[in-house]
T-cell receptor, first 116, second 115 residues
Framework: GAGVSQSPRYKVAKRGQDVALRCDPI?????LFWYQQALGQGPEFLTY????????KSGLPSDRFFAERPEGSVSTLKIQRTQQEDSAVYLCASSPYAGRRGNTIYFGEGSWLTVV | DQQVKQNSPSLSVQEGRISILNCDYTNSMFDYFLWYKKYPAEGPTFLISISSIKDKNEDGRFTVFLNKSAKHLSLHIVPSQPGDSAVYFC??????????????FGQGTILTVHP
């Protein structure tokens, strides 16, 4: 498809397990964002990549969270030693621009993580 | 602290009537505001935006109003249709912070339009 693709769509992890969430942005998009959306809340910014450079990781909640985009296309969000409070929808978004164009940020459907 | 707030968790409206969704913000550095619409099991999709240099932006049935002095914006949908039933998120960005469109979202309002 032509949109932002995320996998897995649904993941159940046991507490303490490591998880990896994948994002395939729209082809050619320069910017890539990760957001975390807890139940009943709005999305919260986690991190931003411009091509392969991670320019902002100020939203990552702890050092258990790590994101990479080594070739400037696909990105992976890794959560180590998952805890129950990590249960959320993880949204990936991409934009063709490096600068600010608010209406050109396209979101994926999200990866639903449940930690039991 | 919640810099963008949507104080109404839900709104129910009759088809054909006006829907008004409200949003308040606290950060005076925000200069660009957006509304996103989200259906269940889908990602948010862009609906309409407004720059802080304007007080109104209209796109078909959707109009966004910005009151900078009150740090308040609203989304009007006229006439409302059952297909408008979704979660609506208000979001803001700060030109003085980052240049790449980092968004701060409100908690969302569930809109239900009854036939």
């Amino acid at each position: 498809g032509a949109g932002v693709s995320q996998s897995p769509r649904y993941k159940v992890a046991k507490r303490g397990q490591d998880v990896a969430l994948r994002c395939d942005p729209i082809s050619g998009h320069v910017s890539l964002f990760w957001y975390q959306q807890a139940l009943g809340q709005g999305p919260e910014f986690l991190t931003y990549f411009q091509n392969e450079a991670q320019l902002d990781k100020s939203g990552l909640p702890s050092d258990r969270f790590f994101a990479e985009r080594p070739e400037g296309s696909v990105s992976t969000l890794k959560i180590q030693r998952t805890q129950q409070e990590d249960s959320a929808v993880y949204l990936c978004a991409s934009s063709p621009y490096a600068g600010r164009r608010g209406n050109t940020i396209y979101f994926g459907e999200g990866s639903w993580l449940t930690v039991v | 602290d919640q810099q963008v707030k949507q104080n109404s968790p839900s709104l129910s409206v009759q088809e054909g009537r006006i829907s008004i969704l409200n949003c308040d913000y606290t950060n005076s550095m925000f200069d660009y505001f957006l509304w996103y619409k989200k259906y269940p099991a889908e990602g948010p999709t862009f609906l309409i935006s407004i720059s802080s240099i304007k007080d109104k932006n209209e796109d078909g049935r959707f109009t966004v109003f910005l009151n900078k002095s009150a740090k308040h914006l609203s989304l009007h949908i006229v006439p409302s249709q059952p297909g408008d039933s979704a979660v609506y998120f208000c979001a803001a960005s700060n030109a003085g912070g980052t240049s790449y469109g980092k968004l701060t979202f409100g908690q969302g309002t569930i809109l239900t339009v009854h036939p």
